[in-house]
T-cell receptor, first 119, second 110 residues
Framework: GAGVSQSPSNKVTEKGKDVELRCDPISGHTALYWYRQSLGQGLEFLIYFQGNSAPDKSGLPSDRFSAERTGGSVSTLTIQRTQQEDSAVYLC?????????????????FGAGTRLSVL | KQEVTQIPAALSVPEGENLVLNCSFTDSAIYNLQWFRQDPGKGLTSLLLIQSSQREQTSGRLNASLDKSSGRSTLYIAASQPGDSATYLC?????????FGAGTRLTVKP
């Protein structure tokens, strides 16, 4: 596709259930990022994938959060045993290369996000 | 831990004015700094990216500057238009991390 695609666009779940959020980056982009934006707060960095390297998971807020990137393309963010404080918009971004690369290659392109509501 | 602060939190100006948005960060060991625009209900749009070795970048009516030593960046918008109304986010990139400020909500009145 032309841009970063995220699904679902909206997700309502009950407290304690697991949810999976999907991100399809722009074809050919090696770097993929997950962020969270809670109501009234700034963007919070969660995790970054660069090629086949092991991701830095230090931004994940708890061990209930995990993310995978299969085949260097599609990524899934999984939240287990959801809590009400997990309610937020989850944004995914991709860039042609990673943060150490020359200028134009690490401009991030964002998806429209997944709005998660935990009741 | 890097902390990014944006001032002001909100700004309202009449159309045609030049304006400056400010971003400060606590750790000068950065790789780059990006300015984004966020429109309601839409994803983020990258406006300008400044590498740590650069002092400024320009795109149309936008100019962003970076002073690493003082931990500051500014986004200058010339001849503002109502279509510029949005939230502007500053993001500071390090090796494998990116930290965002809370944003400045800009309203340009016709």
């Amino acid at each position: 596709g032309a841009g970063v695609s995220q699904s679902p666009s909206n997700k309502v779940t009950e407290k304690g259930k697991d949810v999976e959020l999907r991100c399809d980056p722009i074809s050919g982009h090696t770097a993929l990022y997950w962020y969270r934006q809670s109501l009234g707060q700034g963007l919070e960095f969660l995790i970054y994938f660069q090629g086949n390297s092991a991701p830095d998971k230090s931004g994940l807020p708890s061990d209930r959060f995990s993310a995978e990137r299969t085949g260097g393309s599609v990524s899934t963010l999984t939240i287990q045993r959801t809590q009400q404080e997990d309610s937020a918009v989850y944004l995914c971004a991709s860039s042609l290369a990673g943060t150490l690369s020359p200028q134009a290659k690490n401009i991030q392109y964002f998806g429209a996000g997944t709005r998660l509501s935990v009741l | 831990k890097q902390e990014v602060t944006q001032i002001p939190a909100a700004l309202s100006v009449p159309e045609g004015e030049n304006l400056v948005l400010n971003c400060s960060f606590t750790d000068s060991a950065i790789y780059n700094l990006q300015w984004f625009r966020q429109d309601p209900g839409k994803g983020l749009t990258s406006l300008l990216l400044i590498q740590s070795s650069q002092r400024e970048q320009t795109s149309g009516r936008l100019n962003a500057s970076l002073d690493k030593s003082s931990g500051r960046s500014t986004l200058y918008i010339a001849a503002s238009q109502p279509g510029d109304s949005a939230t502007y986010l500053c993001a500071v990139g390090s090796f494998n991390d990116m930290r965002f400020g809370a944003g400045t909500r800009l309203t340009v009145k016709p």
